[in-house]
C-alpha cells in the first residue's frame, strides 16, 4: 500500500476509531492488528479483553457466569474504549445485538466483514477454539445466528466481502473501502 494514500486516509480518518464487526470466523481478530500497525492506531480485541479481565477464557465466562454478563461486560468494555482516540476494535460477533452498543459504536466507523459462510464454517470447523454459541450442530447453529443478525451487521457504515483472501489483502480492502467512503 502506497505511503502517500495511507498518510492521507490517517489524515481523512481524524482519528475516529474503526468498529469491525461480523460474524464469528470472519477474520475480525486476524485483520484488525494488520489495520491498526497499517493506520499507526492502536488494537484492542475486546474478547481478548473480557477474558483478561476476567481471567477466564469466553467458553468459561459463558458457562460459569452466563450470556448476560458477558453482554454488560462488552458494553462496558466499549465504554471506555470510546474515550481513546485512533483505536482498531476487534469486536465479538454479538456485539451489535445491543441497542446500547450502537450509540458507542457509531462514534467511531463500523466496518462488517461480511464473509462467504462457506468459508466461515470451514475456518470454524478446523478451530479447536469452540465458541460457545456454537455447541451442537455447528452449521445449523451458525445458520439461525446469522438469519437473526445480518439485518442488524447490514446497518454498519461499510460492508467489506470477506472470501478466501488473507489478511493483508483484507486489510487493504478495508482501506480502500474507507477511502472511497470518506470522499463520497
Ligand atoms: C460471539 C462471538 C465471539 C465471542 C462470543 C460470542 C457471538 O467472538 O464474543 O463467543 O455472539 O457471535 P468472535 O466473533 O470473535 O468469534
Redesign the pocket.
Known sequence: MERNFTNGLIKELRGRSIFLI?????G??STGPVLAEILKYKYVD??VLIEKLTKKT?DKV?SEEGEEY?RDLETQCLQEIIKLPSVVV?????VV?KKENWGILRQGIIVWLDINKEIALNRLNSKDNI???LKGNIDVKYEE?FETRKDIYAQADLRVEINNEGVKNVAEKILNTLHKEINN
Open positions: 461480523g460474524m464469528m470466523g470472519s475480525k481478530s475486546l474478547d469466553i459463558f458477558f476487534s469486536t465479538g460477533g454479538g445485538l465458541r460457545p454459541l445466528i
